[in-house]
C-alpha cells in the first residue's frame, strides 16, 4: 500500500536549523508538497514543488528531494515555527491518488 | 482574494448523514479540483476524495467508498461532500481544499493551496 512517513515528533533550540522528512515511493514519481498546520487551525501550504514558497511564508522555510525523500527545512527556527507540519503527494500506484504522511510535531526550545 | 468558506458545524447521530458545503470565491470555481480532507481528534489529515467541478466526476478513497458522495453547484461556486452511515469514529474536522497544478519546465507540481477553515462534524448518539 501506499503511504509516506514521517518521524512522529522534532525538537530544534530557537535559531537553529532542523530538517523534517518524508519518506514514500511516491516521491519517485511526484514531488511533495508541505503542510504547517497550528492547534485549532486549518493546514498551511508552506512548500510545493521543487523548492518553491507561497507569498508569505518566510524564506527560512525550504524544500528538497532525493529519491523517495522529501525534506522540509527550517533555517534559524522561531517559537511560531512550532507546529505539526504533513507532507503530502500524488501517488499513482495505490488506492488513493493523495497521500499524506502522518505528521510531524515541531517543538521549538 | 481567494477564500473557502464552510458550513457551521454539525453533531449527528450514529446512521445519519452528514453533508458538509464549501462556497468558493475570488476565482474561478470550475477550473480546479477540490478536496475534501479530514482530521480526527488529535490525528493527522486524511485524503477523503476530490471533485472535477467543471465535469462533476470525482474520485473517492477506497476507504470512503459507498458511503460518501460529492457533488457541486457551480450557479453558486459551492462544492459539496456528504458522508452516509455515521458511525462515532467520523467525528472529525472536515476541510475542503483547492487543488492546484502546474508544469514548470520539465516538472509538474501538485498541491492544495488554499484550505477552507474545516467544519466540525460530532458524531454521537
Known amino acids: 500500500s501506499s503511504e509516506l512517513t514521517q518521524d512522529p515528533a522534532v525538537s530544534v533550540a530557537l535559531g537553529q536549523t532542523v530538517r523534517i522528512t518524508c519518506q514514500g515511493d511516491s516521491l519517485r514519481s511526484y514531488y511533495a508538497s508541505w503542510y504547517q498546520q497550528k492547534p485549532g487551525q486549518a493546514p498551511v501550504l508552506v512548500i510545493y514543488g521543487k523548492n518553491n514558497r507561497p507569498s508569505g511564508i518566510p524564506d527560512r522555510f525550504s524544500g528538497s528531494s532525493s529519491g523517495n525523500t522529501a525534506s522540509l527545512t527550517i533555517t534559524g527556527a522561531q517559537a511560531e515555527d512550532e507546529a505539526d507540519y504533513y507532507c503530502?503527494?500524488?501517488?499513482?500506484?495505490?488506492?488513493?491518488?493523495?497521500?499524506f504522511g502522518g505528521g510531524t510535531k515541531l517543538t521549538v526550545l | 482574494q481567494v477564500q473557502l468558506v464552510q458550513s457551521g458545524a454539525e453533531v449527528k447521530k450514529p446512521g445519519a448523514s452528514v453533508k458538509v458545503s464549501c462556497k468558493a470565491s475570488g476565482y474561478t470555481f470550475t477550473g480546479y479540483y477540490m478536496h475534501w480532507v479530514r482530521q480526527a481528534p488529535g490525528q493527522g489529515l486524511e485524503w477523503m476524495g476530490w471533485?472535477?467541478?467543471?465535469?462533476?466526476?470525482?474520485n473517492y478513497a477506497q476507504k470512503f467508498q459507498g458511503r460518501v458522495t460529492m457533488t457541486r453547484d457551480t450557479s453558486i461556486s459551492t462544492a459539496y461532500m456528504e458522508l452516509s452511515r455515521l458511525r462515532s469514529d467520523d467525528t472529525a474536522v472536515y476541510y475542503c481544499a483547492r487543488n492546484y497544478d502546474i508544469l514548470t519546465g520539465p516538472d509538474y507540481y501538485y498541491y492544495m493551496d488554499v484550505w477552507g477553515k474545516g467544519t466540525t462534524v460530532t458524531v454521537s448518539s
Open positions: 503530502n503527494s500524488r501517488d499513482s500506484s495505490g488506492n488513493h491518488p493523495w497521500v
Open positions: 471533485i472535477n467541478p467543471n465535469s462533476g466526476g470525482t
